[in-house]
Structures are given as C-alpha cells and as structure tokens.
C-alpha cells in the first residue's frame, strides 16, 4: 500500500505535452466568395432588388463566419450571434468585398442583417447613381 500525503488520495494525473495543446481553429478567410454575389451586379440591379441581394449575401456570410446553415433569420440580433473576432473579420470581408469602408460604430450600430444591409446601401448609394449616370 502506498501512503500518500495527508488529504491526497492518488497521485497527480500523468499529462503530456501532447495532452495540452489545443487545435487550431479553422478561420473562414476573407477570400472565400460567396457564390452569385458580386459588387457590379448589385449595383446594376434595381433599387428594389438591392435590400434582398444585400441581405442574402449577409446571410451567407454570417452563416459561413459561424460555420453553421442558413437558418439565421434576418432580424436576429447580431448581439447573439457573432463576437468580437467574429465581426471584425465580417466587417472585413464586406468592406473587402463591397468596396466599401463601414466604421465600428456602423457596423455594430446595425444591430440585424436587414440594418446592416440598409447602412451598406446608404454607402454604395452615390456609387450606384455614378454608375447610373456615368
């Protein structure tokens, strides 16, 4: 019988250092393009059709950035979905993607996709009429 100190019943847990490292996370990379979805067609599109191309793009790339379907409802507060890291690499991809610089305060200040996607049109707006009339 082995006598251990006072108030120890077994000896420590044997850990290697193979034990403790943790993987890497997979990061969704900002050059991922989401399919049918592109900066001159949603320009070219109408007024109309805008608000729901945007928000689709949105949608995907919130689902893709989380890893999950799409099964994210348009008003759901961003609040409950993403983190810190998470929106920072968002707000990169659409700036990226739209070409477009959106602050902090915007980005979290649009609290679902349907505002973010409405702060993104109010952006592209003298853009699109450039492009209309040029």
Do not use: W
């Not at 070219?44 to 950035?65: F, G, R, T």
């Amino acid at each position: 019988m082995i006598n251990y100190p006072v108030g120890i019943s077994s000896l420590p847990i044997s850990v290697t250092l193979g034990d403790e490292l943790i993987p890497q996370a997979k990061i969704i990379h900002s050059s991922v393009k989401i399919s049918n979805f592109s900066r001159e067609e949603l320009l070219a599109a109408d007024p109309e059709e805008q608000q729901q191309m945007l928000e689709n793009y949105l949608l995907s790339c919130v689902s893709s950035s989380l890893q999950l379907p799409l099964k994210i409802h348009r008003e759901q507060s961003f609040t409950l979905l993403l983190d810190s890291l998470i929106a920072i690499l968002l707000k990169s991809k659409i700036e990226e993607d739209l070409h477009v610089r959106i602050s902090l305060e915007q980005f979290f200040g649009a609290c679902n996709i349907v505002q973010l996607a409405q702060v993104l049109l109010n952006q592209l707006e003298p853009i699109r009429k450039k492009s209309v009339s040029g």
